[in-house]
């Protein structure tokens, strides 16, 4: 299965590809979508079609996107959200499944604490995919949404082999 992490932003959206086979990972890519200094609506559409872009070029067969964190400004919440939904799009408009996950979700699976740093992230996502350096913060952060979503679809597949099938993930959480 490939997936596709994504972690918005409004400047630069971090992408990271992973394929996973059994209970291995590899790295396929990640880099980063610039959007530059535009006005609003141009750099939306430079997020959407980079992340359709991606879609079309990597063919995953879901995607996975990180959620809007609160800010102390208001205005970037939402200018975030704005980016976050742009990238969405993207997603859907490729015909993909997106799941959604918060950072401290994301931090504990790729690091085992919610609360890891930057730098942690960037550590670990390179030893999970053998990468021969460290991904830049936003692509480190991106493959850590894919890692994210691979350890959660095997949560997903011992939970139905343990004929719990009613259950399905909300938001990045397990629900009946």
């Known amino acids: 299965m490939i997936i596709l992490g994504i972690d918005p932003g409004l400047r630069t959206t971090g992408f990271g590809v992973i394929h996973k086979q059994g209970t291995k990972l590899r790295y396929i890519a990640s880099g980063t979508i610039k959007s530059g200094d535009g006005d ?10 980079g992340v359709m872009e991606l879609t079309s070029t990597y063919r995953p067969d879901c995607a996975a996107i990180e959620q809007v964190y609160v800010n102390v400004n208001p205005q970037s919440t939402l200018l975030l959200g704005q980016a976050r939904g742009a ?7 490729g015909a993909l499944s997106v799941a959604e996950y918060s950072p401290t979700q994301i931090k504990q699976a790729v690091t085992g604490s919610g609360k890891a740093a930057k730098e942690q992230m960037q550590h670990m996502v390179s030893r999970l995919l053998a ?22 679809q095997d949560t997903l597949a011992a939970v139905a082999s343990a004929g719990l099938s009613g259950l399905h993930m909300k938001r990045g959480r397990l629900v009946g």
């Open 87 to 93: 990238a969405i799009c993207g997603l859907v408009s």
């Open 40 to 49: 609003l609506p141009t750099r939306l559409k430079v997020i959407l079609d």
């Open 131 to 152: 990468l021969p350096g460290l991904p830049g913060t936003d692509a480190a952060d991106a493959l850590g949404v894919a890692i994210c979503h691979a350890n959660s």
